[in-house]
């Protein structure tokens, strides 16, 4: 087996001619890479259309695909949204693992639990209790309307 001077692959001159060779590669190769990434996102998109005819909304039932949005359960899981990965090119098997973090809504009831949930994060308790007191401060007593 050859000697190799390791100590050659961590000098300055050995990562810039990497770094030219790498950009002189993808150069020479980008249309073919550009024509792989419109491949898989033409079969990605197909795949999503195929998938939500087949589904509806987990909390209303409405089933137009032109509707349906993937909502992931858990926010911390979530890597990327679908439709930037669809956009991006990614993999089909990238984004298969990522719908299985999500369930499927309707643009709607979509809206309303992201809706609902930032309300959640933004009302504390003692914010709360002030608003209940306003609205007791507020309310018509219908007794004192009629006279």
């Known amino acids: 087996m050859p000697y190799k001077d390791k ?19 993808h150069q020479r190769h980008k249309a073919e890479r550009l024509a792989k990434s419109y491949e898989r996102r033409a079969a990605t998109i197909e795949y999503i259309q195929e998938l939500k005819k087949q589904l509806c909304c987990a909390d209303c039932g409405e089933r137009h695909p ?8 858990n926010s911390e899981d979530k890597l990327f949204d679908i439709s930037e990965a669809v956009n991006k090119g990614f993999s089909m098997g990238k984004v298969k693992k990522e719908i299985e973090k999500c369930i499927v ?13 930032r309300t959640k994060s933004q009302t504390s308790p003692g914010i709360a209790r002030k ?17």
Request: glycine share 2%.
């Open 7 to 25: 100590d050659r692959y961590q000098s300055e001159e050995w990562k810039e001619y990497q770094r030219s060779y790498q950009r002189g590669w």
């Open 66 to 73: 032109a509707t349906l949005h993937f909502h992931h359960l």
């Open 105 to 117: 809504l309707c643009a709607n009831c979509h809206a309303i639990r992201h809706y609902n949930m």
């Open 131 to 147: 608003f209940e007191e306003l609205d007791t401060l507020l309310a018509i007593n219908p007794e004192e309307v009629d006279n």
